[in-house]
């Protein structure tokens, strides 16, 4: 059977002695690629459900964040569609994927909307998932909104990381407010998250830019203690 579905697409690879479920991984892994020599997602996709092979999570999810990548979240949408229409649940994995991808496009509405509908599919967000929505904010300079990302990250007891500090003090570097971020630094302390290399680069950085060569020497040392 799978012969007679690979002659209907000249342009698939030969799959000669892939069988059964090796067969449907090899169909999934191709779900990430989308090059000249190879059929797109969507055909490889619609491959499948010709061949009666269900696609599962992780064929979905492939297929979700690769359109989030390319920042067509039109398409990412309509892949969540199906997928649910298909009686296959979004995860975790799903649910961020589409937080960075509408995040990244600027679109911090639909992100919250996305973390909203993780909560009624009873899905718990991540450090990742709120860093991917804190992120969004602080790239395009509302820190008001990121900190408040970072409020409801502790009261939904949802442990921050030097990544999610990390943002925030680029956030306030890149609008030059460096008192704040050099709060930032204390507030890691107090929560006992270590500062990364990167996070004094960042704060050094905004010195140097500032001219203040004195307090980028003050860094320095805290980076070498």
Do not use: C
């Not at 059977?1 to 209907?8: E, L, N, S, T, V």
């Not at 979240?73 to 569609?81: F, G, I, P, R, Y």
């Not at 704040?180 to 302390?189: D, N, Y």
């Amino acid at each position: 059977m799978y012969k007679d579905i690979i002659a209907k697409r000249p342009a698939l690879p030969t799959f000669d002695g892939l069988y059964g479920e090796q067969f449907d991984k090899m169909f999934t892994a191709m779900l990430q690629y989308d090059a000249k020599d190879r059929p797109s997602a969507e055909q490889v996709l619609e491959i499948i459900s010709d061949a009666e092979l269900m696609p599962d999570e992780w064929t979905y999810n492939s297929l979700l964040s690769a359109y989030t990548q390319k920042g067509d979240m039109t398409k990412a949408e309509k892949v969540l569609h199906r997928m649910v229409g298909h009686n296959i649940q979004p995860t975790i994995v799903t649910f961020t994927a589409l937080v960075k991808g509408h995040a990244q496009s600027g679109n911090m509405d639909k992100a919250e909307r996305v973390l909203h509908r993780m909560t009624l599919s009873n899905v718990k967000p991540t450090t990742r998932t709120y860093n991917t929505l804190l992120n969004g904010y602080a790239t395009k300079r509302q820190l008001p909104q990121a900190e408040r990302v970072l409020d409801r990250m502790l009261t939904a007891y949802v442990s921050p990381d030097a990544m999610t500090y990390n943002m925030l003090l680029i956030g306030y570097r890149h609008n030059r407010d460096l008192d704040m971020a050099e709060q930032i630094l204390e507030r890691m302390a107090k929560a006992n998250v270590k500062p990364k290399k990167s996070t004094y680069d960042a704060l050094l950085h905004g010195y140097v830019q500032n001219g203040d060569l004195f307090k980028a020497e003050r860094v320095l040392d805290r980076m070498v203690a």
